[in-house]
């Protein structure tokens, strides 16, 4: 499992002691230690579905997160714990749903549509009168556990778990034989979440599962897409940062293809134990040189391609920090749009560092605390809200394996990166995709990060690229091209995601930092200034050669 730290990229976990105190057992977000986070908030976004429209009763609510969490989509959501501290804490921090203190074991769950209890049964001196209190309930429950087999190794049910917090653990078949001996009639389904990164919930009672859950009646259970995700980065620690935060808040498979471009021997081999270690995650690709955004993620995808079976594929920067909801919020209103016949090619989040209608203001926030509370706002307002786009940004977005099939991905041309992003859109939509940004689903992005690193002038890499895509489509003013679009586009809108784009002309030089092809991607002031510094030294008479050369190739044209 990784035990990566978890932080905005620039920023550090502020050393505050939150307040409503971490005793080492009780969930509070950004405070306690990553795992932790990752497993119960992979339970509560697993069931995001089922909140849909209907009076959800969080039993033994805590701090209150999974609560307001489920409040954006029920009809009613209602908090119940036997902590007057935690009840008042939460009634303070979330707005929307309800809080009581109340015991769980005395509670009346008789009008609710959905009980959801994690993390609860085990501590409780008298599990028997909770399952009975439960029954009273004819919609769905949700009931999980640790597994003794891993918390408390070689202890037997009638043992003192090894965690003080707890009176009583079972392993697989006790919960097994424990919940169908008290839903005995019902329908009752068993899930697990294994100990390893990301914890994601998975159908059948795995007898080494780290949690196990059980589900009594109830819908059809979540399905939720697979994702492949190619992150290109000069910086490996950023990139697995992106890696642990996506992961964490996404409960369907991710893989990520993890593409080192230029990093130093130390890096790349950090990242392939990385790799090794967790190849159920992350596949690791590695050039020597940094081959650009473009063409890093290309090779991400490639990789992806190859493994195959993805429902999504998508490319994200390293330096981004997902809020709780995003990547579900961006699936869900994929499929949504999917499902009404839009045929959308891709999908992107908001931000507050990105061009375009994308940005988005959700106030100044200087921690993570601040930025969960902050997004939490904005998802509420915004949840299952999509805007039609021209434009959607690279720095993180979603496309239909269809739509990947049918365009491939960044044109090389571009190089380091800007207008790549452009040039994918405007073929998305001439293979008549429609583009969609999620208004609810917000991305942190600490800005323009690579080019910062490497020390490039980024407006001469946007004066480089701007020339490039009015050629490549045609076009004499851009704002025109994204707004209309072209009336006669390129004849192959496929970009293959291996070699392509413009032919080389052997002559490869650095500009600006970036080693470019001087005669069909340096701009023409690029190409006037290694000109004049290509003659600094030289004769004045060296001038009669070039203009020659010039004045045969107009005479010739």
Not at 250 to 273: E, H, I, M
Not at 388 to 408: I, K, P, W, Y
Request: hydrophobic fraction near 40%; aromatic fraction near 10%.
């Amino acid at each position: 499992m990784s035990d990566l730290p978890i932080f905005l990229p620039g920023m550090k976990p502020t050393p505050e002691q939150p307040t409503l105190a971490w005793t080492g057992e009780r969930m509070i977000p950004s405070k306690c230690d990553p795992a932790t986070e990752m497993f119960h908030y992979q339970r509560y976004l697993y069931f995001r579905p089922w909140y849909a429209g209907r009076k959800v009763v969080d039993a033994a609510s805590g701090e209150g997160y999974g609560t307001y969490y489920a409040s954006a989509f029920a009809a009613e959501a209602q908090g119940y714990d036997i902590s007057r501290e935690a009840v008042r804490y939460a009634s303070t921090r979330y707005k929307g749903p309800r809080f009581t203190q109340k015991d769980v074991c005395e509670a009346d769950y008789s009008d609710a549509d959905l009980v959801v209890s994690f993390e609860t049964i085990e501590h409780l001196p008298d599990p028997g009168a909770f399952l009975g209190a439960l029954g009273h309930c004819k919609g769905g429950i949700v009931i999980s556990t640790p597994n003794r087999e891993i918390v408390s190794p070689g202890n037997k049910l009638s043992d003192k778990p090894l965690n003080p917090h707890h009176t009583i653990e079972w392993n697989a078949a006790e919960f097994k034989a424990l919940i169908e001996k008290a839903f005995s009639g019902r329908r009752v389904r068993f899930l697990s979440q294994p100990m390893r990164w990301p914890g994601t919930v998975t159908e059948g009672l795995d007898p080494k599962g780290m949690f196990l859950l059980a589900v009594i009646d109830g819908w059809e259970l979540p399905q939720w897409p697979s994702l492949g995700i190619s992150i290109p980065t000069c910086n490996p620690q950023r990139a697995l940062n992106a890696v642990t935060a996506i992961s964490k808040l996404y409960p369907g498979k991710a893989v990520f293809a993890l593409v080192a471009n230029g990093c130093s021997p130390q890096d790349v081999t950090a990242l392939r134990d990385y790799g090794h270690a967790n190849p159920h995650l992350t596949q690791i690709l590695t050039f020597p040189e940094n081959r650009g955004y473009g063409i890093g993620a290309n090779a991400g995808l490639e990789a992806l391609k190859r493994i195959g079976g993805f429902d999504y594929y998508g490319v994200s920067n390293d330096d981004v920090f997902p809020a709780l909801d995003c990547f579900c919020e961006l699936v869900c209103c994929y499929r949504e749009l999917e499902a009404q016949g839009y045929k959308p090619g891709m999908i992107g989040p908001v931000s507050n560092s990105v061009n375009g209608s994308q940005q988005v203001d959700i106030g100044a926030y200087k921690d993570i605390d601040e930025l969960i509370r902050r997004s939490e706002i904005r998802h509420h307002a915004k949840h299952d809200s999509v805007s039609a786009a021209l434009q959607v940004r690279g720095l993180c977005f979603l496309m239909s394996d269809e739509a990947f099939r049918t365009v491939g991905g960044f044109d090389p041309r571009f190089g380091l990166g800007n207008f790549e992003d452009d040039d994918l859109n405007l073929r998305l939509r001439a293979a008549g995709f429609t583009l969609w940004i999620a208004d609810g689903a917000f991305l942190h992005h600490d800005g323009s990060a690579t080019f910062k690193q490497l020390g490039l002038d980024y407006n001469l890499s946007i004066q480089r690229n701007l020339e490039l895509i009015l050629e490549k489509w045609g076009a004499t003013d851009f704002s025109e091209l994204i707004v209309n679009g072209v009336k006669a586009p390129p004849a192959n809108l496929r970009q293959p995601l291996a070699g392509g784009g413009l032919p080389s002309s052997g002559y490869r030089v650095a500009i600006n930092g970036e080693v470019v092809d001087l005669i069909y991607q340096a701009s023409n002031l690029e190409f006037a200034s290694w000109l004049a510094q290509s003659l600094n030294g030289q004769p004045r008479e060296a001038r009669f050669a070039l203009i020659e050369a010039v004045e045969r190739r107009a005479v010739a044209a």
